[in-house]
DNA sequence: TTGTGTTTTATTGCCTCC
DNA sequence: GGAGGCAATAAAACACAA
């Protein structure tokens, strides 16, 4: 279609009058996808083609999108951010029961050397501990890079205790974990190729 | 007044569903 | 295949600074 002939097709375009917006807003908060009747109906009531009410209703969904789409990504945030801090708390008390569990083993006779250096294990979790958290600052949350790396076992006799691992940055935690919190990882690594320099050899 | 950016109405083309 | 929805876009209407 020419420029031409589209000025003159649009040449009687107006904008709608304000009771005709404001009957079009209080019907699409009740609705925002009128069914054909209610279309020719409000088209009927308002003076207008019910086609201008289709265009009007589908221009109005599409200038709301964005706005969904920000409200949804803050709720989402929001549960997300309260899912970290259960996360935190979660592995601090694993963490304390984990540690429980070793002196009671050592209650039990077993060797310092059996548990691994604790000197060692106290400076892996300092280096550890802020690579992790300088990953992703502006979520507060670590990434996920080379999650391979960051375990060892604790033990060298790790056949008598396979139920637990020693994470790099020190914390203890069970093998469930581990797996658990490998699984998730997978979402990270695909926007996050490679160690980005970041990764911790240990 | 005019140039420019934004908003609103309308069209087009494609897709999905029945 | 027709109806209706959506994304992209055009173009008129409007707002506003200079």
Redesign the pocket.
Known sequence: ?S?IN??S???S????SDE??KSLETTFEVES??E?RMKQHLAKKLG?QP??V??????R???S?PKELERDYNVLKADYDKLVSQFESMKKENQALLIQLQKLKQAEGRSDEQFGNENMKIETLEQTRFLLENDSPELGVPLCNDFSRKVDYLWDDADDHPELVQMADGYLTSTDNIHSFESSCLMDNSSHSGNGGQAFNF
Do not use: V, Y
């Open positions: 279609m420029n589209k000025a097709k649009n040449s375009r107006q904008r709608f005709q917006i996808r009128p054909l207008l086609r201008q289709a265009i009007w209703f589908q221009n969904r599409a200038r999108k």
